[in-house]
Each structure stands twice: as C-alpha cells, then as structure tokens.
C-alpha cells in the first residue's frame, strides 16, 4: 500500500521556527550577526515642476559606518524614484521587485507608469509581511496626472503629502521643512531646501552622515545629481600620498578574462535527418 | 525616551471619528493627527475614505491595517456595483467591512465608522468596532478621542436635525475631542453625504472655537528677535 502524500500549498510569509533556539542561543551568549541598517535622513517635496527628493549617504551597522557613500535614492521608473530607509537589504529588494513589475507592468500597457502604480504594490508587499519588512519609503515621481509623493511605513499605511521626512533624521528634517516651506517653490528654491533639511539631518542625527543625494524629477525630465554637497571631507590626508614599502615584489602577472568572448556563426543549416 | 524605537511602532491614527445622521442624510467627521509613538507623523491626514459614490468609511486604529480592509471594500464593492447594475447600498457596503473585520479579527486592529445615503434606506451610520460586530446607530463615535465625547453626545444629541445643525454637532464635538485628547489634532474634516450628492468641508485648526484655558493661537515670540527695534514683549 503506498502512502499518500497530500500536496499542501506553500505557506507564504515567514517562517518563526528558529525563534525559541535563537532565544535560547542569545541566552547562553552567542549574539545573531547585526543587518546593516541605513541611519538615515530621506526627504522629499513637491515644487512648482514636480518633485525633489533627497538623501544622505550613510549605512551603519550597529555603531559602525560600514558605507560612507551609499546611494539611498533608487530608480524604479524612468518617471519615479524611491528613497528608502530602514534595513538596506529590505528597502533595496523592495526596490528592485516592485522596479522589475513595473517594468512588466509597461510592456503589458504600453503606457508611462504611475506612481499610485508603484505606491499600491510597494504597501500590498509590505502589509502581507506585517512590519517585518523593514522598509521606511518615501516615494515620487511626475506622471500624466502631475506630481506625486508619498511615504510608505514598514506596516503599509501610506501618506500623500505635499513634503514628507523619513528616517532617523526626519525630525530634523521636518523641522526645517515646516518652518521654510511654501508652495510653488522654483527649482532653484526647493533644491536648497532639501539640501538644508538633510543637512539638518546630518549634522543632528547620528545615524545619518557623508554627503547630500538630491534627484529632480519633472514632467519628461530627470536629474540624479549624486553627492550634489559634500560636507563631510576627509579632513587629515597625507600630502606624499599611499604607497606600498619597497619590499613588496612583483613576481608574476596573469590576467584571466572574467567574461568568455564566444563568437556566433550565423545561418548554420538546420540539422538533416 | 527612545526616539529610535518610538519611530518604528506601527503607524495608527489616535483619532476621533464620527458619524451622524440627520433629516435626509448624513454627516461623518474626524481630526487629521496620525502618530507613531509620540511623533506626530501626518498632520493633515485624511482618515474619511471613499468606498463608492454614496459610501464613506471614517477610519481608526492601525493607519496600515485600516487603509488596506478599505482598499479590499471598495474593490468589492466596484465588483458588486457591477453585478448588482445599481449603486450599492450602504448596508451592504457594512455588511463587506464587517465580514472582513470579523474574520480576520485576530490579526487586525481597526475600528470604523460606515455612512452613506442610499434610496432605499435614505441615510444610514453604521459602526464596526474592534472585534467584528455590525451596528446600526442614528450616530457613532470612534477612537480614543471618542472617551470624552460619549457624554457630549447623550446631552447634545437629539433626532431629525437639519443638516446644518448636524455639521456644527461634529465639528464642535471633534474639535472639543482634539482640546483633550493627545492623540487626536490637527484640521476637522467633514463629509456630508444626502440624495443631492457629497461635499467635503474642512476646517484648520486654529479657526476652531477656543475651550476652557485654551489660549489664543500666537505666531512665536521669537519674532522679537528679528524685529528691528528692541521693544519689549506685548501680551
């Protein structure tokens, strides 16, 4: 008599198996790796043209800086970027998924995608995992319907505000946008705002630091304008430079090519019986 | 105070919401303050959602949770609007929230309100508390700004007002909830639902009537410091 295995369907979500042995394991002294979390200070407002959202550039892990210039603002249309807070791997594969269906999303439509669009699948992602995903968003972009920004929490509630703070930074930040903004701001004006309030964030937040990430974002248009200020130079560098002491010799080197370069030949015949 | 763990609770709304029927329809009201721990994350949110032309929802509890039951009713609702060849009824538009709240009471934390104008019952207030339970109710109230409102609205409530009457009715009684509960601030919003259609008010905050030992709203007195002249303080 063979045994019938009844075929369950995959249970979705996380698994909480290893809790109590991760418990007991805390208890007896051994401590689970820490995640590297992005401290961080993101913002974004909506100007006169669309939208301008701004970032720091530093990732921690616990109590160090392990990235002094990573990059917190990612791409996930040509017409929408997210700024992403919390735990780095979180936010950037939160990211890249819901960058990867709009792109789906575009070829199946053949339209521009819209930011409600992304809105809805970055917070159905983050509500089915109930917080667990570690990703504070704050998300823009300038669609056929105008301008639009939101921030997106861990749990999946979603706010539409005209300017928005996220992060560890954002109380510093917010206080310096609820003090000195004012709609229809000119490029100009609202570029200078989103640098002052992550500076704020920089200056005043311990877990956010190095340099200011801003991107414009209008109608048709966008710039990425990587490390606009960088307030944070490395104050103390040797004039003579880094070199090697003498006694390193060079013995043998030997380049292996990473990538193959296979040739194709075209129009082969098509195999005979 | 840990500021690091207080921004990463859950988002919820301390809200005051409320739903009110007068003489030939309805009016809901809430506040506009969404908190996570004790930072005011939205100040001007807007917690009366549409579920259909005729349907609102005031919303409390988990910011999250409340958002996506509204999102699933009112995709529902479209679906049954369809089938059904006629707006949907407020009723039924209850009855969906319900079934939803109740079966999956373990898992979500939200309380809401229901109102909306239908031609078979006229208006209608519904309330859905926490555990999943359906009550119709000539008004509602909800959230934590609710607690002291409860006696307001014994004394204050009475039958077949007009629709004026009704909208002052909310907006004094959100705004007296905002003079006392932390949880709850910001501007009043109210939707007055009839058979003529919707309309959306607002009211800021510092235009509201001022209570027991509130003061007036005042710019900062750091405005000396910039003034040019060095003239002392006039209060």
């Not at chain 2, 039924?92 to 109740?102: F, Q």
Request: with cysteine.
């Amino acid at each position: 008599m063979s045994k019938s295995v009844i075929e369950m369907p995959p249970k979705g979500g996380f698994s909480f198996d290893l809790c109590k042995r991760n418990e007991m394991l805390a208890k007896k002294g051994v401590s689970p790796p820490s995640f590297r979390k992005t401290g961080t200070t993101i913002v974004g407002l909506i100007f006169q043209d669309g939208v301008i959202l701004g970032a720091d550039t530093r990732a921690t892990e616990g109590p160090i800086v392990c990235d002094k210039n990573c990059e917190k603002i990612h791409y996930m249309a040509p017409n929408i970027y997210c700024c992403g807070a919390g735990t780095a791997a979180d936010t950037e594969a939160v990211t890249d998924m819901v960058s990867s269906q709009l792109q789906l999303h575009r070829y199946h439509t053949g339209r521009e995608s819209r930011v409600v669009t992304a809105l809805t699948l970055l917070k159905r992602h983050l509500f089915n995992y109930q917080g667990y995903v570690s990703a504070a968003l704050v998300l823009g972009g300038v669609d056929v319907t105008g301008p639009h920004l939101h921030t997106i929490y861990p749990h999946g509630s979603t706010d539409t505000l005209p300017f928005a703070t996220m992060g560890s930074g954002s109380l510093a930040a917010m206080a310096v946008f609820e003090s000195k903004y004012k709609e229809g701001l000119t490029r100009d004006e609202g570029i200078k705002l989103v640098t002052e309030a992550i500076c704020s964030g920089i200056f005043n937040d311990l877990g956010s630091g190095s340099n200011v990430d801003i991107c414009v974002i209008t109608k048709g248009a966008k710039e990425y304008l990587r490390n606009h200020l960088q307030p944070n130079p490395r104050t103390y560098t040797s004039s003579k430079g880094y070199s090697f002491p003498k006694k390193t010799e060079v013995l043998l080197t030997k380049i292996t090519p990473l990538k193959e370069k296979v040739e194709i030949i075209e129009g082969g015949d098509a195999m005979e019986e | 105070m840990d500021l690091n763990m207080d921004l990463n609770a859950p988002h919820s709304m301390g809200t005051t919401i409320i739903g009110v029927t007068y003489n030939g329809g309805v009016v809901l009201g809430a506040d506009s303050r969404t908190s996570t721990g004790m930072y005011v994350a939205n100040r001007a949110s807007d917690k009366i959602t549409q579920l259909t032309d005729n349907v609102y929802v005031c919303r409390s509890g988990s910011a999250a949770d409340s958002q996506l039951v509204s999102d699933y009713v009112r995709y529902f609702l479209h679906q049954h609007t369809i089938q059904l060849g006629q707006p949907a009824t407020v009723k039924v538009a209850a009855n969906l929230i319900r079934l939803l709240s109740y079966n999956n009471k373990n898992m979500l934390e939200t309380g809401l309100i229901v109102g909306g104008w239908d031609k078979y019952e006229g208006g209608k207030i519904y309330g859905i508390p926490l555990g999943g339970t359906l009550i119709e109710q000539p008004f509602a109230i909800g959230g934590s700004g609710s607690s002291y409102l409860y006696g307001f609205f014994d004394q204050a409530w009475k039958e077949g007002m007009t629709k004026d009457e009704a909208e002052q009715l909310v907006v004094k009684a959100v705004s007296l909830s905002i003079a006392r509960d932390g949880a709850s601030g910001g501007v009043v919003r109210t939707v007055v639902i009839n058979s003529e259609g919707v309309t959306r008010n607002f009211y800021p905050g510092d235009k509201l009537q001022l209570w027991h030992e509130e003061l007036e709203p005042q710019n900062s007195l750091l405005d000396i410091l910039n003034s040019p002249s060095p003239e002392p303080m006039n209060i």
